[in-house]
């Protein structure tokens, strides 16, 4: 039984080897958000600027489990040969490439504070406002490139200019999408139950429905998701002041922000649930049993107007009249 590093170096020799003349297969510690590491292989061709990383840790599980590091490799070739050119159009590097593409990005400050010191970003109590942009793929997945203190001074560009542009373009791009959570339930559900249904399928949708809302009822309080529409790093939905002003306007009151991952987070009204600790306590267990450490967000609950006057004054001015 090889161990861990040892499995990583033998994938990487079988995967180069299977590949041939010009191709490079090398075995690289990737830092993730919230500092979570994992061991990734990339494989370049020639001169590639831009390679797939495949991670290795979820294949030696299956190592361990007895599949044989031959199999695995195929495997991982034929998932490389369908990722290779993933792009809809190959981005340029430079600041003209990028910057339609700059973006916020919602992380937990403390987790993240070694990434930090060479990233421009705002920080709102125990969170901060990063910056990334990304790419689009042909199967409607986003790719990500976090923007560092070093890439700016290239760019020549100021962190004001680079807020201004993420502000834009976040609102463009990624514009908040509030839904109860009865509806984003329903799509989860619909999805999963798909291919079992037979017969009207808005038969079952109505079904689901049906239960859904009599789980609903049950509940002590009701509960909206706020995310993006792709529902990926949707947690920066939270700096669309004008929008979430307007939620609270709707509902008459302020609300709690709840933050559910890097993806989203839940909105309650304040009256619903007046006991900050038990939201609190909610909050900690669905993080330790439902969210991956790389998706976390914060164990914190906030008011909206808490939040709000956590940001640094000139950010929160800027964004008051965004969207």
Known sequence: MLTFTEFCSEIAGLT???LGEGYAAEVRTVRKNNNVQMEGLLIRYREEEIVPTIYLDPFYEQYCEGRLAEHI???ILAVYRENRFPWKEMPKFDFAGVKDRIQFRMMNRRLNEDALENMPHVEIG?????FQWTIDTDDSRVGTVQVTRDQVVAWGVSEEELTELAMHNT???SPPVLRSIEDVLLDILS???AKDISGDSEEERERLRESLQEESARREFPMYVLSNGRSHLGASALLSLPFLKRFEEKIGEDFWILPSSIHEVILVPVSKMPDRDKLIAMVKEINRTQVPPQEFLSD????F???ENLMPAQFREKLAVAG
Request: net charge negative.
């Open 171 to 173: 609102e463009k791009n």
């Open 305 to 307: 107007h808490e939040f």
């Open 300 to 303: 914190e609950v906030y008011c």
């Open 16 to 18: 180069e080897a299977r």
């Open 126 to 130: 125990d969170l901060a406002v990063g």
């Open 73 to 75: 490799a195929d495997e």
């Open 191 to 193: 999805a999963d139950h």
